[in-house]
């Protein structure tokens, strides 16, 4: 499971490290490891803002698994299939646990140098480092409201 969160920042050839608690989980002894990295659009306190999602590629298949199962059903959900198809890249993890992020998924996550890399259960996101702060303190602010929904639901 991916919890925690490290400051990073991007290297010049938009390269960002995935953190070294992270790299247990994915695939050992494997020669190539890839990452599926896409955009996320997370809406709070009124506006959107843009991550990168990284998913290790089981838990890519189980993601897109579930997604593909609603398809079927509902076409709003085949639309967002293909949305999120397009924006999505396959980027291989060199040897010293590098991905290289293509520009357009950088641009559309409005990420600068300065990065925070945060553990998101079953995948990874990366979030510019001033609206990591913004939404943090808003998540802190908003917590007990989050775990009283949780708790009551269930």
């Known amino acids: 499971m991916f ?3 490290f400051q990073f920042t991007l290297d010049t050839k938009k390269r960002l490290v995935i953190p070294s608690k992270f790299r247990n989980f994915f695939p050992q002894g494997e020669t190539e490891i890839g990452v599926y990295v896409s955009v996320n659009r997370i809406e709070h306190n009124n506006s959107i ?3 990168l999602a990284i998913y290790p590629e089981a838990a890519w298949k189980e993601h897109t698994d579930w997604i593909a199962k609603a398809a079927q059903e509902k076409e709003e959900v085949r639309w967002y299939m ?3 198809a397009s924006d999505t890249e396959f980027c291989k993890v060199d040897a ?3 991905i ?3 520009l357009r998924l950088i641009t559309s996550a409005d990420l600068k ?3 925070m890399i945060t553990g998101a259960i079953n995948h990874i996101e990366v979030w510019g ?3 990591w702060k913004e939404l943090s303190g808003w998540l802190k602010e908003h917590s007990t409201d989050f775990e009283k929904f949780i708790y009551r639901s269930s």
């Open 113 to 115: 140098r300065d990065i």
């Open 49 to 51: 803002s843009n991550c």
């Open 82 to 84: 293909r949305k999120l």
């Open 100 to 102: 290289v992020v293509p």
């Open 3 to 5: 919890v925690g969160q």
């Open 129 to 131: 480092l001033e609206k």
């Open 96 to 98: 010293q646990w590098r």
